[in-house]
């Protein structure tokens, strides 16, 4: 059975950190491209970040660089996804999706997705 657990989301002040965490497993993590992209009420579907099993390569959405850092432990199998210096528009769900690479990832076209974890920010 194919699944993708999240952990790490809650409530932060503005300026805080959160991590998280993805769990995978039931597939071949080392093929994978995998990362997070977030939903918020009201607005589009964001692709936030990814790591490249295969080949190491990441990718930042614009509103996050430099605040975001994306990792990947193979021995895990498990992506974490450290948040710095958040704002309240980071607010949103956060999915763990994986796809085959990193273009399909880009557009959407995930293999498999995760629950989801709500990440709150106050001001």
């Known amino acids: 059975e194919v699944q993708l657990v999240e952990s790490g989301g809650g409530l932060v002040q503005a300026g805080g950190s959160l991590r998280l965490s993805c769990a995978a497993s039931?597939?071949?993590?080392?093929?994978?491209?995998i990362g997070w992209f977030r939903q918020a009420p009201g607005k589009e579907r964001e692709g936030v970040s990814y790591?490249?099993?295969?080949?190491?390569?990441?990718y930042y959405a614009d509103s996050v660089k430099g605040r975001f850092t994306i990792s990947s432990d193979n021995a895990k199998n498990t992506v974490y996804l450290q948040m710095n210096s958040l704002k309240p528009e980071d607010t949103a769900v956060y999915y763990c999706?994986?796809?085959?690479?990193?273009?399909?990832?880009?557009?959407?076209?995930?293999?498999?997705w995760g629950q989801g974890t709500q990440v709150t920010v106050s001001s």
């Open positions: 039931g597939f071949t993590f080392d093929d994978y491209t």
């Open positions: 790591v490249s099993n295969s080949d190491g390569s990441t």
């Open positions: 999706v994986a796809a085959a690479d990193g273009l399909l990832w880009v557009l959407f076209r995930y293999d498999y």
